[in-house]
């Protein structure tokens, strides 16, 4: 069985042997880049078919297509994360947190937004004094059960 | 000299005795929701008439206001936030972190999104299968300078 | 405005003044005893009848009241906690988690148990080897969305 | 003499080949499907007689049934677990972890609930809004000895 | 309510004032000096009976009595001790560890030794080389269940 | 130079091909059976004759012999451990260590009990209603130096 | 592909057996040289170019200069730095921290010190009492965004 | 005896009340700015002169100019700072710590810059693009002694 | 009774109005000035002479001659030290204590130096180039103990 | 080019060749035994020669010479040692830590003990009631720089 590590090592091979950007490599298999790219890195796991397709696109054999069906253990480096753009992240809900769930809870009541019924979005906003980067988080409010 | 502490619970309180909502006390000195919050929390500070105005609405004196105008000292709790709604932020930058970094990587180049020249907006999408929290956050791209 | 910790502290008191167990607090308002005890813990809020319900129970004021429906930030000690009985169950989550996370899999496919849909009941078992406790959790299954 | 982690890759690679679930395997042996998860995932030992049923099943040789007879040092990632299904467990012991301890002391006394002689379930409540996960934790109270 | 902390402390002065020692007050009340002496510093509970006792020998009203039969909730500072008395005893625990654990299992089969229904004794061996001190440790042999 | 993860793998495999137990091996080498484990394990050394009788017992050859005698670094895994066994160790240190500082103190003056100038004994008690583990620690009391 | 690791090694032999130190490398391809370290320590990327003018250099293969060229993930050692020329700039940052957030805000206002659009250079100033390292920042101003 | 924390307090209040800028108190008592805001926050000591001189500015009392002169204890919050003007100094010890480390090595041999030695100074570099910061660090370069 | 702190807070204030050095104020009861400054700071215990002879010459109750005489319950700042002269300290540990081990076992065997049979003296070397700190330690060599 | 550990690792293995003692090693190149110990565990570097004359005592080639003029990057483990001898060192700097700070404040004034400018000697005190360590640290005294 091939592991999740080795999985992603292939396939970021062969995405440079074929010169294919994520998104090239998320639209020939009909998902979106963000999730596409999260599987590929162990972080989520294909169906059986988006599995293949992406080996197709690829080049790649069963084993790998095997390896993106499995489901992942999710684990990061650390509590704080060191590299500049993922702090910045990290940073945002530092600052912010308390802002955010003061106004879910004003907009939805007691309860949170999920991060399993979740899709995200990364986009490119050009602008003159400097392009920026716009992020979409949408995420299904679950309110706390009371029994 | 009022603390930001203080200032906060001052706020709360008048926010409280004027049934006011955060989105209604933004919009009543012409600002985002998500700011507005975020300083009156202490995260961020206001310019002197945004201050002024904030005290105007609330009924509040000028040490409310000049506290406003301090430039904060920004901390959290702990490297790893505790309260659910605000884990599952800090969980998806942890399952997602590298998914972003590459993403962006791929549109812009080497750098980061920046967290200083940033905004954030919080909305509602109606959903028949249980509502939506919609966070969208937009960073100016700052790339590394080589020098 | 009244704090989590002074309510929590004025239900106490009038708790042991009123010779009340958890059970017949809980069930004087119709409620679960573990729910009713978490929401005294300021761990999660009551509807507006139920916060009253039970401030009628105790023969606590208003206060007590509203801040029994204010939405909680939840927060706890440390990472490992200390107490023997709570370890306990740290230990549990430490040596079956991922005993827990194959058969959920296996089961339901890649998803969560929901901690927020979610309910749980604490029951005696008697043995005359020694009696046992019974806890029941019970989650809503949450599939990880692909998209 | 073959450690717990090589004795946990030939069990997984087996089960794959056979296609069988850890409740046929369990049911195969006649245990539990949790213990006998958490025994192959080397947190739990077997008696001789488990230890080489199981490997008939499975078709493996005698260094993995002495294996699954070892007594395991139980060890696992960090203080605070990351994977999100590992997670929420962790969460709900950190929010329920003083009410558990409340409603335990209220119908038991002063003591715990033991996490060695336990026994754990996990089944799949089928429900039109959603399937729900119900776990049952079954474990001996053990009063706190004076003397 | 009397908490903890106060208890601990009207019972150590009452105690300076009745120039008692630990040994005395156990006796006083029939109970061992360590079990005696935990119940003091809030780390365990007395019965009706013996909370009143060593408040009569103490002279010490029955708020105390009181606080003395409540449950408590057991923390301590940090992970590793500093004050080296207590230090030494985490590093035996960090140095022997798995020398006791190899020699239970070799002496009872897998399981551990209850740290609940456990009791403690503390005695001085006159020695003309130094005193030395002897801590007899006592629980319950805890086989691990298997389901 | 042989090292001691190796000397102990040696040991262990030599130890399971003999039969032996860790009693039967100390016993054959006029040593206890705490130490001769704690030193198998890497956490204390032997004097050259009784390093060979070891090996001789064991048939095994001089390098391991030279291993036993070699002063140890002494480290553990982590501050808090896991392992069930240990970890209630770690928790009778926390639970009982101002107890046991206090009583100490009482009977000697101020100072500590020597983890160096130290013998451990653990014995199995044999008790209709379960067996019994007795860990007697003897170590000698060191009084501060006042200068 | 290769990896920011061999890279380093690659890159540290070669400039060892060319006898170049990191500023006679740096002007070779016309970069500073901490800029240059820091790409060939993996910290930060470069261009085309100059990836293929400093291989030219130092006679390494264009696997090196692809690798200078990927976008590092950038990571260290922990949270506090031990070896004591980095600790001492830690240091630094700990004790005129505050110091130097006030002189920033008096200077431009709210806002941070960009560690992205940001040059760094080291001199050597000799002194007869001792010669000193010089060491100078530069950062754009980042004013923090109001909305 | 007037604490650090008083002292910071009082000063933070008569330069308020004065209208004064660091810069200018410091230019007031013929030291640099950095230093003076330092002693200020209680992280270093003013020479008596020094110490009345900033009195007099300010029109404090001799309380204030005897805590100026106490020998700091220096500390700070935690191991990695969160206020992001902090950070950012934070990350670029991380990101150009082995690059600082093998430069000022280059220029001077094995040891380390003082932190004890060592001055500071801040600037406004202006820029049509963005004003700068620019901070310079000059510390006696330390060598290793060998005996 | 009084606890420590207050205890070191009423000999700093007295000390400061005597104008007494620490050297002068061990000299007058006849104690060496590291142990006397460490029983002054709560890290160790006079006996009863000691104590009143302290307070005497400072002027001081016999309140305080009581806390001089509790066992303290040692106890310091996080892991790793802050203030940078005892982070120097800390860094020597670092560096040298392998080194320190070795040379150790090399004259004495295995074992340790005691810290608590231990004598320590600070004193002054006057040198042209810079006067240097001499800290001296002894302790007792204590070899383990082979049972 | 040899790195450090594996240089460690051929020096400890021709002294155990030759027999020698680290004293007999230092003194066959004219250094001090910490020190040269000091440079054996990668903890500092050699001048030319003396790395030279260290092989040729022990007869190892130049790539040990040559790692032993290499500028060592300082690391050791975790925060708090583990092995009793260097926790020992530990406990003195958290036990004495404030004292040695007040103590060097009299003599000295503000400022630090450099452990760069720096030495160490350990000897052996011979004494009937049990042998003693003593070492002996001494270090430049670095003032505070006012500016």
Redesign the interface.
């Known amino acids: ?1 091939m592991n999740k590590e080795l999985m992603t090592a292939k396939i ?2 062969a995405k ?1 042997d074929k010169g294919m ?3 090239a490599l998320a639209e020939s298999i009909g ?5 596409t ?2 599987v590929c ?1 162990g ?5 059986e078919d ?1 599995a293949f397709a992406l080996c197709e696109t690829l080049g790649l054999d069963k084993d790998v297509a095997q390896a993106l069906q499995d ?1 992942p ?5 650390g ?42 979005d ?1 986009e ?2 050009e ?1 003159p ?19």
């Open positions: 069985m970021l091979e440079v950007t994520w998104e998902m979106s880049p963000v999730f790219t999260s890195f972080m989520n796991s294909f169906s988006k489901f253990k999710k684990s990061w480096d509590g704080v994360p060191q590299d500049p753009l993922i702090y910045r992240l990290y940073e945002v809900v530092g600052v912010y947190g308390d802002t955010m769930k003061a106004l879910i809870h004003e907009k939805f009541g007691d309860g949170i937004m999920s991060a399993i019924d979740f899709t995200m990364i490119k906003e602008n004094k400097g392009d920026r980067v716009v992020v979409t988080m949408n995420g299904k409010f679950l309110p706390y059960k009371a029994w």
